[in-house]
């Protein structure tokens, strides 16, 4: 059992920066990847951003390259997401997901191949 539990969501205005965390309780960190997803109002979950259980390898979605980074560290069994120049279409809940089962050197997107969620936070970007 995975516990994740996200912070650092709030409102900020178009263009600027916001740091998430999320913080796992239970299992030892280096054993998953890590993802996360963001659902605006009204659609689906969609992929944002993935970090392979090393740290070593990262994934993002088209429209978050060179703004988001996903970084870990593994002594504070934390994931980060660091978001710049945001804008107002990225407002959204903003979820962290562990991925424990999947093939070593596989990185998951979907988020059906994720194992454990957190509840979820808040992001809103103001025009």
């Known amino acids: 059992q995975v516990q994740l539990a996200e912070s650092g969501g709030g409102l900020v205005q178009a263009g600027g920066s916001l740091r998430l965390a999320c913080a796992a309780i239970?299992?030892?960190?280096?054993?998953?990847?890590m993802g996360w997803f963001r659902q605006a109002p009204g659609k689906e979950r969609e992929f944002a951003a993935a970090?392979?259980?090393?740290?070593?390898?990262?994934f993002y979605a088209d429209s978050m390259k060179g703004r988001f980074t996903i970084s870990r560290d593994g002594a504070k069994n934390t994931v980060y997401l660091q978001m710049n120049s945001l804008k107002p279409e990225d407002t959204a809940v903003y979820y962290c997901a562990a991925d424990l089962f999947s093939p070593l050197k596989e990185v998951p997107r979907s988020s059906r191949e994720y194992d454990y969620w957190g509840q979820g936070t808040q992001v809103t970007v103001s025009s």
């Open positions: 239970g299992r030892i960190f280096n054993n998953y990847n």
């Open positions: 970090i392979s259980r090393s740290g070593g390898t990262t």
